[in-house]
């Protein structure tokens, strides 16, 4: 499936504290929050507060950029700002105990592959997408 969105549909709310997520982002990483106190990392990040044992010494960290497909679905009726149906992706990245979305930029997917995050700039934020390992 080729490009499928030109510009952000939606106005992207850049809340205080996570200012390392979004530059992250714009930086090729994907960055989240670990608590010192318990070490736990957290998806979607959680700057102020551990929502394990509440402690609130966090700091961000980058996470790896690859994991593996734990399901996904065919968006063949796209929502508003998309221009063509897409692969929408629940992906387990390495060293992150749970699996997060996102768009996979690819014809063909099954559960159990490999794939890897990649950047793509729309307007002046850079997004993830996912992509099959190629090796």
Same mark, same amino acid.
């Given at each position: 499936?080729?490009?499928?969105?030109?510009?952000?549909?939606?106005?992207?709310?850049?809340?205080?504290?996570?200012?390392?997520?979004?530059?992250?982002? #714009?930086? #090729?990483?994907? !960055?989240?929050?670990?608590?010192?106190?318990?070490? #736990?990392?957290?998806? *979607?990040?959680?700057?102020?507060?551990? *929502?394990?044992?509440?402690?609130?010494?966090?700091?961000?960290?980058?996470? *790896?950029?690859?994991?593996?497909?734990?399901?996904?679905?065919?968006?063949?009726? *796209?929502?508003?700002?998309?221009?063509?149906?897409?692969?929408?992706?629940?992906? !387990?990245?390495?060293?992150?105990?749970?699996?997060?979305?996102? !768009?996979?930029?690819?014809?063909?997917?099954?559960?159990?592959? !490999?794939?890897?995050?990649?950047?793509?700039?729309?307007?002046?934020?850079?997004?993830?997408?996912?992509?099959?390992?190629?090796?």
């Amino acid at each position: 499936m080729s490009e499928v969105l030109k510009e952000i549909p939606y106005k992207i709310e850049k809340s205080k504290g996570m200012e390392p997520f979004w530059e992250g982002l #714009n930086d #090729n990483q994907l !960055r989240t929050t670990k608590c010192m106190k318990c070490e #736990n990392l957290h998806y *979607p990040p959680s700057p102020v507060l551990c *929502p394990v044992c509440f402690g609130t010494e966090m700091i961000w960290e980058s996470l *790896p950029l690859s994991g593996t497909v734990t399901t996904f679905t065919y968006v063949s009726a *796209p929502p508003a700002g998309f221009d063509k149906q897409y692969i929408l992706a629940s992906v !387990r990245i390495d060293k992150l105990d749970k699996a997060i979305l996102g !768009r996979f930029h690819g014809e063909k997917l099954e559960i159990g592959d !490999r794939v890897q995050l990649t950047f793509e700039k729309i307007g002046d934020q850079s997004l993830f997408i996912f992509q099959s390992v190629t090796g």
